[in-house]
């Protein structure tokens, strides 16, 4: 059974940091495409960051020099490090794991950026 579950979330200020991480189970994170997406409120889900087999990343525009996704093979987890956070990253994060033509998803955490 695969399980895609992510962790990490909560509040932070604006200007502040956030490490979100996505644990796998009954997938290789290292053979996959691992992406974050997140939904704002009222908001389609966007993809924020994506990273492939060969560790080969991607950001949106909006978030590219401020987030950085990576991955530790060793522990079968994918991270997205947020950095300088504004309200409007402000949104559920979730993890997205494509895998030998499947795609799964996690619950989603919550990342609130306020002051």
């Known amino acids: 059974q695969v399980q895609v579950v992510e962790s990490g979330g909560g509040w932070v200020q604006p200007g502040g940091s956030l490490r979100l991480s996505c644990a796998a189970s009954?997938?290789?994170?290292?053979?996959?495409?691992m992406n974050w997406y997140r939904q704002a409120p009222g908001k389609q889900r966007e993809l924020v960051a994506t990273?492939?087999?060969?560790?080969?990343?991607n950001y949106a525009d909006s978030v590219r020099g401020r987030f950085f996704i990576f991955r530790d093979n060793n522990k079968n987890t994918v991270y997205l490090r947020m950095n300088t956070l504004k309200p409007e990253d402000t949104a559920v994060y979730f993890c997205?794991?494509?895998?030998?033509?499947?795609?799964?998803w996690g619950q989603g955490t919550q990342v609130t950026v306020s002051s």
């Open positions: 997205n794991a494509n895998y030998s033509m499947h795609s799964y």
């Open positions: 009954g997938i290789i994170v290292g053979v996959s495409t």
């Open positions: 990273i492939d087999k060969s560790r080969s990343t």
